[in-house]
């Protein structure tokens, strides 16, 4: 919510001053995030130095492209209180996705938690245990034994495993804006579309209210295109500066999006009348809202079918567990001779 209710406050305050030195300096007084509140005090001190507020903006390195280019066209068209509240509609309608989305999953990412943490802490407690007994192998059921195999490979070889996720985490985010991550994600994309399927709606989404928000705020389509498509990332990061180099070709649109092949169909239809209509922002906005209801239902459906899945997986789990841990004591009485 910091964006959100940074650009409402600003929305406001340009509103209300004349003077964007005395509305940056009331909204500043009122910001107690502090990476917020240095992109405020950067952007004053360039405001008072001659510069632009977009200009500022860009040389704090404190805000997102979408946010700059919106307030860089708001000055521009003299709506920058207009611009800011569009952005501050936009980072509202964001930031509730992202809470619905994180909350439907929160429950599937509980369960895979505790049943790592069951098996970890059960396998290094109970398997030193059953293996100090040095009971032969014929008197153990055959379960135990796999479990003790299953414990001593885990607790070998766990700190290289959460080694090798954190690697594996660190080069995707060093290397996701390359060339070969892009090349991955489209073939990925194209041959498992069930799978990315949530991204692509999320991906869709952003790009179309990034779009709109953009246009509203008098920024060229082409430019609009590519800063809404960094801005929403995904699939339409991956082609913005596709479909905005075949709009300066002369293409239109609906007919760049469909050449890229990137974009649902129904999308491309949306902005095809829009354009058509002359509401092309309107057109947008509509799509970004049927593609946000899409999007947050596909995570519900995703979240309502793992919640089920994982409970009786761990529910595997734990008797496999129980009974590797019980059928040795079991063995052990009644291999004993009274």
Same mark, same amino acid.
């Not at 200009?55 to 404190?62: N, Q, V």
């Not at 498992?192 to 008098?218: D, H, Y």
């Given at each position: 919510?910091?964006?959100?209710?940074? &650009?409402?406050?600003?929305?406001? @305050?340009? $509103? &209300?001053?004349?003077?964007? +030195?005395? #509305?940056?300096? %009331?909204?500043?007084?009122? %910001?107690?995030?502090?990476?917020?509140? !240095? %992109?405020?005090?950067?952007? +004053?001190?360039?405001?008072? @130095?001659?510069?632009?507020? $977009?200009?500022?903006?860009?040389?704090?390195?404190? @805000?997102?492209?979408?946010? %700059?280019?919106?307030?860089? #066209?708001g000055e521009e068209s003299g709506k920058l209180s207009e611009s800011f509240y569009n952005l501050a509609s936009y980072y509202e309608r964001l930031d509730s996705l992202k809470k619905r989305i994180s909350a439907g999953m929160r429950y599937p990412f509980f369960v895979v938690i505790l049943a790592a943490a069951v098996i970890w802490t059960v396998g290094r407690v109970a398997s030193p245990a059953l293996t100090s007994l040095n009971i032969e192998s014929a008197v153990l059921p055959e379960n135990v034994g796999l479990f003790i195999n299953i414990s001593q490979t885990i607790s070998a070889f766990l700190r290289y495993f959460i080694l090798s996720l954190v690697l594996i985490l660190l080069l995707f985010t060093l290397l996701r804006s390359t060339r070969a991550a892009e090349l991955f994600f489209t073939y990925s994309e194209?041959?498992?579309?069930?799978?990315?399927?949530?991204?692509?709606?999320?991906?869709?989404? !952003?790009? &179309?209210? @990034? #779009? &709109? +928000?953009?246009?509203?705020?008098?920024?060229?389509l082409p430019d609009a295109v590519r800063c809404g498509g960094k801005s929403a990332g995904g699939v339409a990061g991956r082609n913005a500066e596709l479909v905005a180099s075949a709009i300066e070709a002369g293409y239109s649109f609906g007919d760049a999006l469909r050449e890229s092949g990137a974009f649902p169909d129904s999308f491309c239809s949306f902005v095809s009348v829009g354009e058509d209509t002359g509401a092309l922002i309107g057109a947008l906005r509509d799509a970004g809202e049927l593609y946000r209801s899409e999007a947050l239902c596909a995570a519900e459906r995703a979240a309502a079918t793992l919640a089920p899945a994982l409970t009786v997986l761990v529910g595997l789990i734990t008797a496999f567990t129980v009974a590797s841990v019980y059928l040795p004591i079991l063995a052990i009485y009644g291999a004993v001779e009274f």
């Open positions: 919510m910091l964006f959100a209710d940074t &650009a409402y406050r600003l929305s406001y @305050a340009f $509103s &209300a001053f004349h003077s964007p +030195i005395e #509305a940056l300096c %009331t909204v500043l007084r009122d %910001t107690k995030n502090r990476r917020m509140r !240095r %992109t405020l005090d950067i952007c +004053i001190k360039g405001v008072s @130095a001659g510069y632009s507020l $977009s200009d500022s903006l860009e040389m704090s390195r404190g @805000a997102p492209d979408i946010f %700059t280019q919106s307030v860089r #066209a194209r041959y498992f579309p069930s799978v990315f399927k949530i991204s692509k709606l999320w991906s869709t989404w !952003r790009f &179309a209210e @990034a #779009a &709109a +928000i953009l246009l509203s705020s008098g920024v060229s």
